[in-house]
């Protein structure tokens, strides 16, 4: 027995022993407690050359090489911003037909940037982060935050609006919730991206001034406060450098500026020159030799710009290794906060949680613009009918758009929103088409129900007007589509008016039934000619899988609408300051941003154009006082920090949730400035009856301005005004003070 003990405990030892050894061995970059830094210094050390050039760059349409080798998994990339984009063939932008990547189509960001609610931003990166994680991606292409400058921009309905404050308030949680689950999120176009037309070169101009007060605000806020991992170069070019490679952006102002230390990833076919991609702060290369939609040569991966071209000038000595390493630090980087991070959450795919997230920041979006003696929400009791009219009623939305376009798991449609909630209290709803837009949608080799119909345009009118005469209500379904010239990535619309004849369909649907209500679905402003006919009007944005759910919770007041726009909505394109100013689209070399800092509201106000529907505009089925503003001046003689306060009650017959917007006029400035800006929000919810104090407290930074003089900012010492509304128009109180 004793033998037998002494080989058990000689074995024992044994394992030990080379368990300890084995510990000891294993390499400081797989150590999940080492910090990272030490982490990437040791992977750093162990890669050769042709890896770490590999790294730099993709090896097919989404993805980039690890280092099988040293057991580092591949970087892959996913679009986009509103779900997860399915997977297409290793080398081709067509669907590879797989069965299980079909995703939660979540709302436009547009729709998100319309909750004027973080929560919802945090919410809904946190469901779109599970759904890459779930999908084994580690860098989401999104979130896009450029700025609406114009209402023909074809991707506006990917970002969050004209205001910079509230596309920063916006963008950052949603970047804190995608990154909680191990992805980076990618914010994009940076920058300047404001249009699609010429995109892939055409020369940006603009002030310094509207440069980092408009254009850079969001992406800065997505850095420094939200701690982005990652960052997208812009097709289009800056100071005629182009933003995937670019001395300016990328390394004066995003690197070292404002210390970013995540990942410069281009856009696909955004680079264009090995020297500038070397030393002009890109970090990754992915798309080369595509148009970043629909063409792309086969297999052209060695010869990136950062591929073979690279490494020759490395192997001959004529470019310094060290800035590759720079590069590839930062990849790794990525990497260990992502794939190879110590913990590692599961993620989830179209659950439950997802669906009522979609619902639920859909609910929230969604903008009553207009609402005559409150004749919605519709009222069940006395309603037996109700006509659906067109198109966009029941088109599939989640198809198309560009690279956006998702293969989503379901999207109820409008009129099948609009039909389930109407079966709950037995109201019949009939539907017609009225118009014939688009009959098929497609996208990445996949089609959709072809939506055809042969009558006429004269018969599909008739029977629209027909189906309305015997209606109790009117729900009029229209907008715009994902279709090329619309709303979709690579175009720009080329008017603000409503396509296929919908102006006239509406004029004549509401003669036919004065119990009408305007549903538009669009990522931009559109003209309403018909504005004063018709009692109600509904901006539902793109919103996804629970599109038709959302919509109809809001018509018949289920949920009480409480969205707000991100945008202004001019009476006529020429309102707007970039085309009256004859700023858009340049000459195909260059386009100079002549309004500058007036961009949206600032141009609105600043001009006195009335708009047909303000920023910050949007109504309720309840109503809102707003009491007496207050504020502190003595804090200023105390030294501490100004604060104003106000009383918003909700006097209405039911809850609601109001949006308090705080703007800070500049009484005089040694530069010009807007009349007025956003530097504070709040979304509050309200029961019937109750009443609640919002307190904002002004911070240095809301009173400056950027000095292009001296290239800083600034906030001058006079009389500053602090202006408190529901809309950038409806200003309901106004108190003054004087900055030291
Ligand atoms: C596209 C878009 C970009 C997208 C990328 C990959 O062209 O500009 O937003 O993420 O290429 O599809």
Redesign the pocket.
Known sequence: MKHLLKNWMGAGMLLLASSLVAQTKTPVYQNLNAPIEDRIEDALLRMTLEEKVAMIHAQSKFCSPGVARLGIPENWTS??PHGIRAEVFWDEWDQAGWTNDSCMAFPALTCLAATWNPEMASLYGKSIGEEARYRNKNIL?GP?VNIYRLPLNGRNFEYMGEDPYLASKMVVPYIQGVQKNHVAACV??YALNNQELDRDHINVNVSDRALYEIYLPAFKAAVQEGGAWAI?GA?NQYKNQHSCHNQYLLNDILKRDWKFDGVVIS???GVHNTNESIHNGLDMEF?SWTN??TWSASNAYDNYYLAVPYLNLLRSGKEDVKILDEKVRRVLRLIFRTNMAPTRSFGSFVSDEHRLAGRTIAEEGIVLLQNKNNVLPVDVNKTRKIAVIGENAIKMMTIGG??SSLKAKYETSPLKGIQDRAAKNNVEVVYERGYVGETSAQQDGMSVADIKDDRSAEQLLNDAINAAKTADWVIFVGGLNKHEFQDS?GNDRKTMDLPYGQDKLISELVKANPKTAVVILSGNAVSMPWVNQVPAIVETWYNGSEAGSALASILFGDVNPSGKLPFSFPVNLKDNGAIALGAYPGDNKNVTYSEDILVGYRWHDTKKIKPLFAFGHGLSYTQFAYGKLSINKKAIAQGEKLTVAIPVKNIGQRAGAEIVQLYIRDEKSSLPRPEKELKGFSKINLQAGEEKTVTFTIEPEMLQFYDDRQGAWVAEPGKFEVLIGASAVDIRQKVDFNLQ
């Open positions: 679009d986009g292409l896009g994009k176009h997208m097709y856009d696909w076919g798309g970043g939609l560009g690279s990535e």
